[in-house]
Structures are given as structure tokens and as C-alpha cells.
């Protein structure tokens, strides 16, 4: 039996989030008082563990602990019982007073938010300026970071990213490292959607670290569910759905339901994908049984199996559905997205007028979207429809959306404006950083040689070269009959790999030179991000930019020029940033920029020192203890 522990102890406990071992002193005890009970079901509630907060919470409320009532709320809100949830926070708010009162309206806004209840963030704003007022710096933290998540969900991703960075140095020294690992988790789902994998793969070991001091298998799991979406989003997608059945039974048997439905919402489609559609149906209805709020999510995977067993109406009537509900919700990514499927569906009904319409719609919001904003969430969507797109081409009225929506949307479908719809095969050339890759028609080619991806960038950027001038610029001062051996060996690889007719051949036979067919529309990352900054967006070039160009081939003055002319481009404007930042005294501006900067040239010790001095008076002791950290490893 446990020793009982004082109740301002426990209570002491629960404010730094030391909850497993509030639930293993009070699950022994014989019985338990009314606030023992609240104690009990609040952190079985925070440490994840919904289906046993139950029973204590309600127990407790049912004694008349207000604080039992307030977080019961906040089970049915975790558990997406959001109607009941809203119910619930509206019957207890008008005797709420204090603390209390405030917390209540976090959770009832964020519950409102679930039902498609515009006042959601009104709401939540008055439970902030309600800890402002009485002056808890840190749960104020913890709300910017509730408004964080919800301005993420609602595809606001600035406003969400700028809310995180304002509540990010306060959580740093909470004394629960719970909340801070809580934000962590919504930095992550940020960077994810803006395609900025390393950046989220930094977080991630960062969180990975202070999860693993929790010793909680319910925030390891959310991790690990991150981990996943990171490896599809990094295109290891044979890895990624191996790791849904694993998910799918951890958190089945931890009753963690977010994490549930994530992996089967995944799964289900990947089987569907794959043609297993019997399996997908099972999963989602195994779903759907746990959880019968369906979630937007779960509403279109649903939606996309129906479209895929090739039942195009019905389809299109759920489409319709996802659509409203997402505006209800004010998710415009998913908006979207189910208005590209319904068009898609339309036109398999042969419904071109309906599928034309759909499509204007949607392209009309693309064109209002900021640069680059979705890419990663709509690049599938936009790759069915490219028939659709071309017929679309061809109607004149639609040609105005047509031209201010496709400049943003032609990355989303692997194409460049002027190609999408022309008779060529499209070459993607992935150059950036130590894991190059080549995609013909979207189809990933075979190259095990370092050199392959070089020697496709260098003819896509210097046509019609003869083989002494690409061994030259390639292989440099290497021994000239070893680079040409080299050189045949990487032309044999790339022919087979991405067909026969990829280089073509002109001039004497004795000196041919050479150069990509004419049939190929080439596409360069190390381009892109040339091209993002000359627009001027910066943020986006940062993002796009995955290290230096042809990272695996040693260093000639060719691919050096590459190189610095893609940091100098980067950095100038990066260091333009960061200047205005120091005169108008913005030092967590400065850590960004300055951390961006480093991320592109990380042998500039003047910056370094610059975020390390800059960090000592802003950043919290995780954070400063990061830089010191890199300091010392390049330095060393």
C-alpha cells in the first residue's frame, strides 16, 4: 500500500507536471478523498491516459470539486467529444470565477473551434487576457501556444510560428516541461507543413530528448507520430506506412485517439492506394467504431476510397460535405483539397461544366494563397487533374484564374508554369545536400553513382558541353583517363535508369557533345531557390534550400561557383534581415535569422558569436545550451 501523500503536496506535483507519480501514490489507496479523486483524474488526463481519468474526475465532480468539473470538460474535449464538451463548459462557465473560469474558456474555445463555432478564438483570447490580467506569465504561455495550434489547424501558419516563438522562452523555465514539449510538438506540425524538414527534424530531437526524461510512453508516442509524417514528407514512404500498424497498436492500447486516427486515417489510404480497398474499408470502420465523431480527416479518406472503388456521385456528395465542414472549421488547405477531388470526380462522371467550376474555385484560392503555402498537401491532387488542368487550358473564360493560380500551383504538380501541359517528360533534378534524387515523370530513377545527379544537372544548366569540358568542371584535376571511364560509366547508369533517350549526342562522332533531349523539361531545386530570392521571398528560399549544391561530389571550381553563388544569394539577403532586426532591437528576430544564416554557412564564427551574445539576454537555458553546444562542435 502507498503511503498517503499530503494533498498540498500532490498539488505541488501536479503544478510540475510530476503526474506519474501522483497516479501511483493515490491508485493503492483504499479510498479516496473528493480532492484526492480530481488529483487523480487530472493527471491520468495530462499524462494522456483518457479512459482512466473517468471515472476520478467524475467522482470528484459529483463531490462538487469545481476544478473536477472544469478538466471533466476538458476529457470530453480530448476524447473529440466536442458537442458534449461545449454543452458542458456552457451549463458549468456561468459559476465559474478566477483561475478557473479562465481555464474553462481555453478548453471551451478550443472545443467550439471542433464544431465549427467561429468564436473560437475570441473566446480563447479572453481566457489569455484573463491570465494577463492576474499576471501568470506562464500560462499564458501555454495559451499563446493553445492559440499556436489553433491558428496552425486553421492554415495560418505566420501567425501560429509567430505565436510559438512570443511563448517559447517563457516555457523554457515552466517548471512542467510538459507544456514546452506540448509546443515542441505544434513547432514540429508547423515546419512539416512548410516543407521545412529540418528544421522539424531539429525540434524532434530536441523533444525526443526531454520526452525521454519524462519517462512517458503517451508523449513518445505523439513523437513517434511525428517521426512518421516527417519520413513521408521526406519521401521514405515504404518506411512511413511500416510504421502505422506499429502506431496504430500502440496507441489502441495507450487509448491515445489522436495518434489512432492518424495512423489508420494513413493506413486506410495507403491500402486504398494500393488497391486493397476491403482492408482500407475495415480500418476506417474499425475507426469510425472508436470514434464516431469523424474527423475531417477521417471524412476525407473516407471520401477518397469512395473515388477510388470508382463510385464518382456518391464521392462527389461527400466531397461537397468535406468542403463545408472545413469552412466551417476554417481549414481552407482542406477546403481546398476537396474541391480539387470533386472536381476530379465530376469529370470522371464526364460532368465537364461542374468539373470546370469546381476546379475554378479552387485554383481562385490557390492564386490568393502565400507563395508556397500547402505545396506538399495538394502536390497529389494537382498530379490527377493534370487532364483536367489541360482541358481547363482550352476554355477561354477560365484562362485569367488559370494564369494568376498556376505559377504557385505548377511546383505542387512537379512542373514548371509553362510545361504543365506540354508533350515532354518532366526531369526532376534533387541536388541539394547528401541525398540527391532524380524523378522522371514523378517515377524516382535508379542512381547508385555519386556523379549520375551531376552530370544531369551539369547538362541542365550547361548544354551541349563535349566530354573533355564535363570532366573538366566534374572531376577537376582527377586523372583524366579515370574521370572519361567515370564519365561512360555514369551515361550507361543514366540511360538505364531514366530510358535511352535522356542524352542525346550531337557533333563529329570523334567529339560529340552533349546535352539533355529536347523532349525533357529539366527542374532544379538549386534553381528554385535562385528564383525564390530574386522574388524576393526569402523565407521560402531558406526552406527550399537542403544544403549545398551536389553535397556527394567533391569540390571543382564549377561546382564551387554553385555553391557560393547559392549561400551569397541566401545570405546577403538573409544579412539584409538581420540588420533591420538589430536596429529595431528585435533579439529574438536576430536568433532566427542568425540560425537561418548558420543552417546555410555554417563556417560564419561571426555570426555564431553574434546569436550566442544575442541568446545570452533572450533565449532560455535548453536554448542557449543548444548554441553553446554547436559552438563547440564547430569549433572543434
Not at 497516479?23 to 479512459?51: C, K
Request: glycine share 6%; charged share 25%.
Amino acid at each position: 500500500m502507498s503511503k498517503r501523500v499530503s494533498v498540498s503536496e500532490l498539488e505541488t506535483w501536479l503544478h510540475q507536471g510530476r503526474y506519474p507519480e501522483i497516479i501511483e501514490v493515490l491508485q493503492d489507496l483504499p479510498s479516496l478523498t473528493s480532492r484526492e479523486s480530481a488529483l487523480q483524474g487530472i493527471a491520468l488526463l495530462r499524462s494522456g491516459q483518457f479512459n482512466r481519468s473517468e471515472l476520478p474526475l467524475a467522482i470528484a465532480l459529483a463531490r462538487g470539486d469545481q476544478e473536477a468539473n472544469v478538466e471533466y470538460g476538458n476529457l470530453l474535449r480530448a476524447t473529440a467529444q466536442n458537442q458534449k464538451a461545449v454543452r458542458h463548459f456552457e451549463k458549468i462557465l456561468p459559476a465559474l470565477q478566477g483561475e478557473l473560469r479562465f481555464r474553462a474558456l481555453r478548453w471551451y474555445g478550443v472545443a467550439l473551434y471542433s464544431v465549427g463555432d467561429q468564436r473560437s478564438v475570441e473566446v480563447i483570447e479572453e481566457a489569455r487576457l484573463g491570465y494577463l490580467a492576474v499576471g501568470d506569465r506562464q500560462i499564458v504561455a501555454r495559451i499563446s501556444h493553445t492559440l499556436a495550434a489553433l491558428h496552425h489547424a486553421l492554415g495560418d501558419y505566420r501567425r501560429a510560428k509567430q505565436l510559438l516563438d512570443e511563448a517559447l522562452p517563457t516555457l523554457e523555465t515552466d517548471q512542467n516541461p510538459r507544456p514546452l514539449l506540448n509546443a515542441y510538438n505544434t513547432l514540429i506540425d508547423i515546419q512539416l507543413e512548410i516543407g521545412h524538414l529540418e528544421g522539424a527534424q531539429a525540434v524532434l530531437e530536441q523533444a525526443t530528448a526531454l520526452a525521454s526524461s519524462l519517462g512517458d510512453p503517451y508523449a513518445q508516442l505523439q513523437l513517434d507520430a511525428r517521426q512518421a509524417a516527417l519520413l513521408v514528407k521526406s519521401g521514405d514512404y515504404a518506411a512511413f506506412v511500416n510504421r502505422l500498424a506499429d502506431l496504430r497498436a500502440r496507441a489502441d492500447d495507450l487509448g491515445e485517439m489522436d495518434v489512432y486516427t492518424f495512423a489508420s486515417n494513413n493506413l486506410a489510404n495507403h491500402l486504398s492506394r494500393t488497391g486493397q480497398h476491403a482492408a482500407a474499408l475495415r480500418v476506417l470502420a474499425e475507426l469510425t467504431e472508436r470514434r464516431p465523431d469523424r474527423s475531417l480527416e477521417t471524412m476525407m479518406v473516407g471520401a477518397l476510397l469512395t473515388l477510388r472503388r470508382g463510385d464518382a456521385p456518391n464521392a462527389l456528395g461527400q466531397l461537397l460535405k468535406v468542403r463545408e465542414r472545413a469552412e466551417q472549421l476554417g481549414n481552407r488547405t482542406d477546403a481546398t483539397k476537396a474541391t480539387l477531388l470533386a472536381a476530379l470526380a465530376a469529370y470522371q462522371m464526364q460532368d465537364v461544366q461542374t468539373a470546370l467550376a469546381h476546379l475554378t474555385q479552387a485554383l481562385g484560392e490557390l492564386a490568393g494563397w502565400p507563395s508556397g503555402q500547402a505545396r506538399t498537401a495538394l502536390r497529389q491532387e494537382l498530379q490527377e487533374l493534370e487532364e483536367l488542368l489541360a482541358h481547363a487550358r482550352l476554355t477561354p473564360e477560365l484562362l485569367p484564374v488559370i494564369t494568376a493560380a498556376l505559377e504557385d500551383t505548377a511546383l505542387l504538380a512537379g512542373r514548371h508554369h509553362d510545361d504543365l501541359f506540354a508533350d515532354t517528360q518532366l526531369l526532376e533534378l534533387h541536388v541539394l545536400g547528401l541525398a540527391p534524387k532524380v524523378l522522371l515523370n514523378g517515377v524516382p530513377c535508379e542512381l547508385r553513382l555519386p556523379y549520375s545527379p551531376a552530370v544531369l544537372a551539369y547538362l541542365a544548366l550547361q548544354p551541349e558541353r563535349s566530354r573533355q569540358e564535363i570532366t573538366a568542371d566534374l572531376w577537376g584535376d582527377h586523372d583524366r583517363t579515370k574521370a572519361a571511364y567515370s564519365f561512360r560509366q555514369c551515361l550507361m547508369e543514366i540511360r538505364r535508369a531514366c530510358g535511352p533517350d535522356i542524352i542525346v549526342m550531337s557533333g563529329p562522332h570523334q567529339e560529340p557533345r552533349y546535352a539533355l533531349s529536347r523532349k525533357v523539361t529539366a527542374y532544379l531545386d538549386s534553381q528554385r531557390v535562385l528564383q525564390l530570392v530574386a522574388r524576393g521571398d526569402v523565407p521560402a528560399a531558406v526552406s527550399a534550400y537542403k544544403g549545398p549544391f551536389l553535397g556527394r561530389v567533391a569540390e571543382t571550381e564549377w561546382i564551387a561557383q554553385n555553391r557560393e553563388e547559392l549561400v551569397h544569394s541566401l545570405t546577403y539577403s538573409l544579412r539584409g534581415s538581420l540588420k533591420e532586426a538589430q536596429i529595431q532591437g528585435d533579439d529574438r528576430k536576430v536568433i532566427v535569422i542568425a540560425s537561418a544564416i548558420l543552417g546555410i554557412d555554417p563556417e560564419d564564427l561571426e555570426i555564431e558569436e553574434l546569436r550566442l551574445e544575442t541568446a545570452k539576454r533572450v533565449s532560455g537555458a535548453v536554448e542557449l545550451a543548444r548554441f553553446q553546444a554547436e559552438r563547440n562542435k564547430r569549433l572543434n
